[in-house]
């Protein structure tokens, strides 16, 4: 059983991955500190936020990301494109200097012919690295095109969870975008996965799934369970 605690608040809400929570932190301050604490990759001047494997402590930043809108789920961010590139590497590293060496190869030939028919002095890169070959190739994930808000959402989890072995994803205000039946879906879809959502919200949801537990902190920072 892991503990997810909020320090300023005293909470202690225990988890396990695979299930998932409904923060609601009716105070605004303590709200907008959470808020910015997750938005700036779980730094901050103290660790609002912090998850216990019993007295073990478990950054964060290795295994959770923060998603602060749900109209902005874009699967093709910098973490991503490297945790992908990193892949590459390792499972096609011989593949991928030989397409670095051909790719020089062939450039050279070019500057070559180049110079027989200008006055010119060009230089290449020596170094072309195997990132460079990805950006030039423009590998990246595939997006799909007329989804629903919700399989955005799932494709979203699971490129992360492929590329980054994520298990807790903290999103602010899913009770504004998804009603009762999305949220169900996403639970179910997520049940074999072993991946964890936690809403943050600032009120109460009209409803609570069966899949959720939720907790709340209010205007006075008491812990209601």
């Not at 997750?38 to 936020?49: M, P, S, T, V, W």
């Amino acid at each position: 059983m892991k503990t997810i605690i909020i320090g300023k608040a005293d909470v202690k809400i225990p988890l396990d991955f695979g299930n998932h929570i409904c923060l609601v932190v009716e105070n605004k301050m303590l709200f907008y500190n959470i808020g910015l604490f997750l938005f700036n990759d779980f730094q901050g001047e103290d660790e609002l936020i912090q998850l216990y494997d019993g007295v073990t402590e478990i950054h964060l930043d290795e295994i959770a990301i923060f998603v602060p809108a749900l109209f902005d789920l874009s699967i093709n961010s910098k973490k991503n494109l490297n945790a992908l590139y990193k892949i590459l590497k390792s499972l096609y590293n011989d593949d991928i200097k030989n397409g670095i060496k051909s790719i020089h190869e062939s450039l050279m030939l070019m500057l070559g012919k180049i110079r027989v028919d200008y006055d010119l002095d060009l230089a290449i890169n020596e170094s072309l690295s195997e990132n460079d070959l990805f950006k030039i190739a423009d590998i990246k994930i595939a997006e799909s095109e007329s989804v629903s808000l919700l399989d955005q959402l799932l494709k979203y989890i699971n490129v992360h969870c492929e590329l980054r072995k994520t298990k807790i994803i903290f999103i602010l205000e899913m009770n504004s975008y998804l009603n009762q039946d999305q949220k169900h879906n996403l639970y179910e879809a997520l049940k074999y996965k072993e991946v964890s959502i936690v809403s943050v919200d600032n009120h109460c949801p009209t409803c609570v799934d069966n899949m959720e537990k939720m907790f709340v902190v209010d205007d006075d920072l008491c812990f209601i369970k």
